[in-house]
């Protein structure tokens, strides 16, 4: 409360907007850890596998890669506000219509049309926002904000098995929906266009390259890369690495607490990797995670006991913490604040194409094998050629980086 009262009109803007872009991060990443819960409820009731399970939220994660840059470019003409509402809204109600499915077309559709909504902004406005708001301290505020990700990701899993082993799986994807609706419009009323941008309706007096210019500058193209070669396994492993714990022989309970410990890892990860970037830039950073990332997927393709398991999940939350922080930051290092919107969506798309490919191939292969063995094996090899794509980043521009 002292904080509150000694700080700046400008300072208390900032707050309210990492405390609206906390609760939006909290609700849409929960819910999305959460849905791979409900893979054996579905199993059981429409018998179908896990490769189609895994479409529709691949499907989600395609339209986020294609709504993502319209909606960065949006925020940054009009304002993260109403962006924020009328997509949490949309994701809310999806949640809740899932519960209603009964055929697999259904499926595709809530989250081609609703949740796909929701998280093609959830990222980018929030972070892109952040960003602006935030000069110098901006790695750290970004993970700040991310720590609202990681805490969704503990604490919606517990309380969506709560809920199932409580109720069913319908009456639990209602009950998450439209308690998501609520807290994503509160969120979103938080969230308001940063002082630092208030002089042009589009940011354009800002410093940094335009996204027409962007589009030939080949370190724009290596972070696209970059982007793809993690994006996917921040995708996949979440979403298949409950029902794995399961398949080794953990209870739905045991499992969801797999990606509570992801989830506080993740907060090590984030501040950690926040608070570095603002010290030694994105790149450096970069190296940081992926390092981990590579350890924890060789790790899950050779554990076969469960509780090994945590220590592999705790690794990862790190890594996948880190990586989800950092690119925000390191985009604005490279190419500025005036554009950083739209050119972080364009980077965004790039990793969806991972992120929606990663979990339905995983998916396949364990449809195919009965084993996910394989696809931890390919996303070890994708990720160090992601390693590989960093070490050969060239120093940012500071100049930008204001």
């Given at each position: 409360?002292?904080?509150?009262?000694?700080?700046?009109?400008?300072?208390?803007?900032?707050?309210?907007?990492?405390?609206?872009?906390?609760?939006?991060?909290?609700?849409?990443?929960?819910?999305?850890?959460?849905?791979?819960?409900?893979?054996?409820?579905?199993?059981?009731?429409?018998?179908?596998?896990?490769?189609?399970?895994?479409?529709?939220?691949?499907?989600?994660?395609?339209?986020?890669?294609?709504?993502?840059?319209?909606?960065?470019?949006l925020s940054d003409r009009y304002g993260p506000r109403?962006?924020?509402?009328?997509?949490?809204?949309?994701?809310?109600?999806?949640?809740?219509?899932?519960?209603?499915?009964?055929?697999?077309?259904?499926?595709?559709?809530?989250?081609?049309?609703?949740?796909?909504?929701?998280?093609a902004t959830h990222d980018v406005v929030t972070l892109s926002t952040v960003a602006r708001q935030f000069h110098r301290r901006r790695g750290i505020m970004t993970a700040v904000v991310k720590v609202g990700t990681a805490l969704g990701q503990i604490t919606l899993p517990l309380i969506a098995a709560y809920l199932i082993a409580t109720f069913d799986w319908r009456l639990a994807l209602t009950i998450l929906g439209f308690g998501a609706v609520g807290i994503l419009l509160f969120g979103a009323s938080l969230m308001k266009r940063p002082l630092v941008s208030s002089v042009s309706s589009g940011g354009t007096s800002e410093p940094g390259t335009r996204l027409q210019d962007v589009r030939s500058n080949p370190v724009f193209w290596m972070i696209c890369a970059v982007q793809f070669s993690h994006f996917t396994t921040l995708t996949t492993i979440p979403m298949h690495i409950a029902v794995h714990g399961m398949d080794l022989g953990m209870t739905s309970g045991l499992a969801a607490l797999l990606l509570s410990v992801m989830g506080a890892a993740s907060i090590a990860g984030r501040l950690t990797i926040g608070g570095v970037t603002d010290r030694i830039g994105g790149r450096r950073a970069l190296i940081l995670c992926f390092v981990p990332l590579i350890v924890s997927l060789l790790l899950f393709l050779f554990i076969a006991t469960p509780w090994l398991l945590f220590i592999a999940v705790a690794i990862y939350g790190f890594a996948h913490g880190g990586l989800f922080t950092v690119i925000s930051p390191t985009i604005a290092e490279y190419f500025g604040l005036k554009a950083h919107g739209a050119i972080f969506g364009v980077v965004v798309f790039f990793g969806t194409i991972g992120g929606a490919t990663g979990p339905i191939l995983a998916g396949g292969v364990f449809d195919l094998t009965d084993s996910y063995s394989l696809a931890f094996a390919a996303l070890a090899a994708l990720a160090t050629l992601g390693l590989t794509l960093v070490l050969r980043l060239p120093a940012s521009s500071p100049s930008l980086n204001r």
């Open positions: 409360m002292l904080i509150w009262r000694a700080a700046t009109a400008h300072q208390r803007s900032g707050y309210l907007i990492v405390l609206g872009a906390c609760l939006t991060q909290f609700t849409t990443v929960g819910l999305l850890f959460s849905y791979g819960l409900f893979f054996k409820a579905l199993e059981a009731e429409f018998g179908w596998p896990r490769t189609l399970l895994s479409g529709g939220a691949s499907l989600a994660f395609l339209m986020m890669g294609v709504l993502a840059s319209f909606a960065g470019h109403l962006v924020l509402a009328v997509t949490g809204a949309f994701y809310g109600i999806g949640y809740a219509l899932l519960s209603r499915v009964t055929e697999a077309w259904q499926l595709f559709a809530i989250f081609g049309l609703f949740i796909g909504m929701g998280m």
